[in-house]
């Protein structure tokens, strides 16, 4: 079964920085489509980063885009998110996603991750 587990969260100060991390067990990286997502307390999930269907690049949605990274170590099968510049409005829950066809910004990945808190304080 796969399995996704999230690490790296915590509480920081605006202008500080966190690496999220995701460890993926019995998904193999280069074959599934991996993403993040967050979700704000009271809010509805949303799409934060993504590889493209390359799995090259990375697409990010305009709130975090120049101050979040999406990277991954295939040999570790985990996928990073670097945040930096982090400001009160990134405080949420972040999950990792994964799906084996290319899902991109949907919510429709086939697998999640428990999630793991990431707060910040102004």
């Known amino acids: 079964q796969v399995q996704l587990v999230e690490s790296g969260g915590g509480s920081v100060q605006a202008g500080g920085s966190l690496r999220l991390s995701c460890a993926a067990s019995?998904?193999?990286?280069?074959?599934?489509?991996m993403a993040w997502f967050r979700q704000a307390q009271g809010k509805e999930r949303e799409f934060v980063a993504a590889?493209?269907?390359?799995?090259?690049?990375?697409y990010y949605a305009d709130s975090v885009k120049g101050r979040f990274t999406i990277s991954r170590d295939n040999a570790k099968n985990t996928v990073y998110l670097q945040m930096n510049s982090l400001n009160p409005e990134d405080t949420a829950v972040y999950y990792c996603?994964?799906?084996?066809?290319?899902?991109?910004?949907?919510?429709?990945?086939?697998?999640w991750g428990q999630g793991t808190q990431v707060t910040v304080s102004s």
């Open positions: 019995r998904v193999t990286l280069g074959v599934y489509y």
């Open positions: 996603a994964a799906d084996p066809l290319f899902k991109y910004t949907s919510l429709s990945y086939e697998y």
């Open positions: 590889f493209g269907r390359s799995g090259d690049s990375g």
